[in-house]
């Protein structure tokens, strides 16, 4: 599509040290046990179909003007060019439900509270005009943004903001228009957020001409709501409650993070490289999904505001753990029918994708290890595929290895395996990386199989080359601020294992995730 830039341009050969051998590394480790993996042959039943543009991205909306500049277009465009859609990225958050709009404001924002300015998504801000000038970035990407609902709704103040909102982005790059976010925290129930949606909804359909248009996002419940006021904003509760399956509404909404509350020592290994605490974490998840596609198959679930930690000064949320944690979470997601995850970022979150510029409470501008969990899950998606995607979790009954096989069509294309057991030199004293050793078994005819690696030397330990000068690699890219400012550098290169009888092995390192190729990679 003429709106994605050529790989070329994005990821310029580099010769540099800076850029490690991942594969002659994940061959030093030491091989200390092994497995088998049975991979469907032949595209089962349940596989959920994989939009093209599944892998996205939000800002908190007070923040825009810190990552509108070329340091983050050159990351998002490094991910959009490797799909076959558009990425989408959110505009929205708990600060979006308290901006106001000053036509006269000369500056973009304004912070005005004084609860947490200007750091806080408690705080209050007040938007000029110029600040919508800033959607003119990003054009190989589409915006999802916020109606700012809260408490005591100003209509004319909602109004404001749509109307230029739209107007900036364009019809052709608005995703969607959101409805609140996390609603339960401002209203008493789903009847009540049901008949303020439905006001809000019909004023903008007006105000900006909208018809039938299939727009709207619904609910952004809060991840914590699920498990404190279960009863009022689940997705059914709020169906039930008068919520109409028409045209106009294109998504549920709901934020997740694996950790909710403050605890300093959450256990990287217990809560985070954790297959089973992820798939635990998904239960009520996974019926809203399964009530969705019942009572209304044509609007996609989406998970739109995500972390591996809310809260606390957890320093894993920066390395190469959290980095493993979003791989394993976003495919998981992908396999029980969640259509999008955001990555979800604003300059003081440690959990953020990138520090986008230098003099923020968190040091930057660098790219940070969870970044790389992007370019990986958009290329387990794949671009031009040759059939409609379709993805499976492989039940392998282990909370440290996971494994995902994708299709296009009924054959089988891809598949993802995961060794989540945590190691770093500071964590085993600087003895040797193990590693296991996997029999991937329904390979079909193939002889051979290329093998890409997200690959990190000092494994958990890692925060990428901006943050520690621990690098991080996928498939022997390497993204940047200091060395690229964010266009990445690196030849993307895969190792070829054979395969005999469809079976193949495949060697992986603790604290390392991989992608199978069957095809060209």
Known sequence: MNYLLPLAAILMPHTSAFVADDTAAAAAATVTSTGTIEVPTTRPSGAFSVPANFVSFGFGAAWLPEYTNDFGENLINSVAQRMDERPVIRIGGTVADRITFDPSQPKPTNCVSKDGCPDSSRAHFILGPSYFDLFSRFPNARFSFQAPLGENVNKTNVLAYVQRAYKSIGANRVDSIALGNEVGHYEPNGSAYVADAKEAQSAIVEAVSL?????????????????????????????QAGLEKDKKIKYVAEHYYQIENHKENSGLQAEIMNHTAITSKFTNF?????YLRKIAPKIQYILSETGSALQGNHEFQSWFGACLWSVDFQLYAMSIGVSRVSGTQRPVARHSLWIPQPNLKE???????????QPFVADFVGKTVSGERGVVNIELGSPFLSAYAMFEGRNLARIAVLNLREWSPSSRNGTGRDAIKVSLHGLGKAKD????????????DAGGWDANSKNITWQGQQWSYGIDKGKGHGT????????????????????????VYLGKF
């Open 211 to 239: 018809g039938n248009s299939t727009i709207f996002e619904v609910m952004n419940t809060a991840s914590g709501q699920r498990s404190k006021v279960p009863e009022e904003f689940t997705v059914k509760d709020v169906f």
């Open 286 to 290: 996974a019926k809203s999904v399964s």
């Open 449 to 460: 199989v290329q093998v890409g690696r997200l690959h990190a030397a000092a494994g958990t």
């Open 492 to 515: 993307a290169k895969t190792g070829t294992v054979n395969a005999t009888d469809g079976v193949a092995e495949v060697t992986i390192p603790n604290s390392e995730a991989v992608i």
């Open 363 to 373: 040091a930057g501008p660098q790219v940070r290890a969870p970044y790389y969990a």
